[in-house]
């Protein structure tokens, strides 16, 4: 057993499913941020100089200005996969490992993504708004028509470990793959989930009659599906994100929302969280969540202990098995 005195101090910036907590708790010297909000540029800031990791979520803003105002923390294990929110370039330049949670919610994700993407195709908050307003009348033939996904065309814009979760569950309603990535992948994952490659995007735009984002966020993302890139979507197709909010130019989203070049969308992130673009507030078509993709008592209580799994490796000077940078 460690003493007290060589225990790391740890901040965590936000409150985990309790078992995890526990487990952080029992062998290290944790603060966790008891209000669980979003802690101020200024906290974080102090926090450099106070605590040796940072264990952060993807609600932190950790830019170089926060990285630069201490020289204690020597690890930022974020608690999530994404990593836009953290200045990589700034730790890197201190020295500061920074580890992230591949992997355990890559099910839920993808799990969500058909959800949003079936909301989406089916009109189901349209549906449930009709329905707790009293306005629902009863069945008829021609009420709330949705688009079948039986052979049509998923077009997945990055083809990682969600994109090829999603491709699966896809697969089990009949719809064909297609994918746009950096590179194709192997032969063998292609032909397992019969997807096919496209190295142009806006051909795998055109092919698609739903497309779902699944690239990480940042500079090389942002606003990857602009006025253009939806041009280039069929007329009548539909638009999951599940990825980051600023791959997305919403406002270019929203104007084809509603002159009708696009049928629908999910979305589960957004730019500026928490708050929601206002032009699609008032849109039918478009299911809106809270960033629910990881959100299962199973996911985040296995991000947590990979965050666990880093720290541990970390101070014993192993390895770390998730290092971003
Ligand atoms: C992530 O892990 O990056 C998600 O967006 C939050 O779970």
């Not at 009109?123 to 069945?139: I, K, P």
């Not at 541990?312 to 290092?323: C, E, I, M, R």
Request: hydrophobic share 40%; net charge negative; with cysteine.
């Amino acid at each position: 057993m460690e003493s007290d005195l060589v225990k790391p101090r740890i901040l965590v910036t936000r409150r985990w499913p309790e078992a995890v907590e526990q487990e952080l708790a029992k062998v290290y010297d944790v603060t966790f941020n008891a209000s669980d909000t979003p802690l101020d540029q200024q906290t974080l800031a102090a926090a450099m100089g106070e605590y040796d990791v940072l264990a952060p979520t993807v609600s932190d803003r950790i830019d170089a200005d926060v990285i630069k105002a201490g020289d204690r923390v020597k690890l930022i294990a974020n608690y999530g996969v994404g990593f836009d929110h953290i200045a990589l370039d700034a730790a890197h330049e201190r020295g500061i490992a920074v580890t992230n949670t591949p992997g355990v919610l890559t099910d839920s994700t993808a799990d969500l993504t058909m959800a949003l993407l079936l909301m989406a195709v089916r009109r189901g908050g349209e549906g449930e708004r009709e329905l707790r307003s009293g306005q629902w009348t009863g069945w008829r033939p021609t009420h709330m028509l949705g688009t079948s996904l039986h052979g049509k065309v998923l077009g997945l814009v990055g083809f990682g470990r969600i994109g090829q979760a999603t491709a699966c569950r896809a697969r089990a309603f009949g719809m064909k793959i297609a994918y746009y990535g950096r590179h194709p992948v192997s032969h063998k994952t292609a032909c397992d989930l019969d997807a096919h490659y496209y190295s142009d995007f806006h051909k795998l735009l055109r092919a698609a009659h739903v497309v779902s984002l699944h690239v990480p966020g940042g500079a090389e993302t942002r606003h990857m599906i602009d006025a253009a890139a939806i041009q280039s979507m069929r007329k009548g197709a539909y638009l999951v994100n599940t990825a980051r909010g600023e791959v997305v130019d919403h406002d270019a989203l929203a104007e084809a929302l509603r002159n009708g070049h696009l049928s629908g969308a999910g979305l589960d992130v957004y730019p500026e969280e928490p708050q929601i673009p206002e032009a699609l507030l008032g849109l039918e078509n478009v299911v809106l969540l809270p960033h629910l993709g990881s959100a299962t008592h199973e996911a985040r209580e296995a991000m947590g202990r990979k965050v666990i799994a880093n720290i541990h490796a970390w101070t014993k000077g192993q390895h770390l098995p998730d290092q971003v940078a």
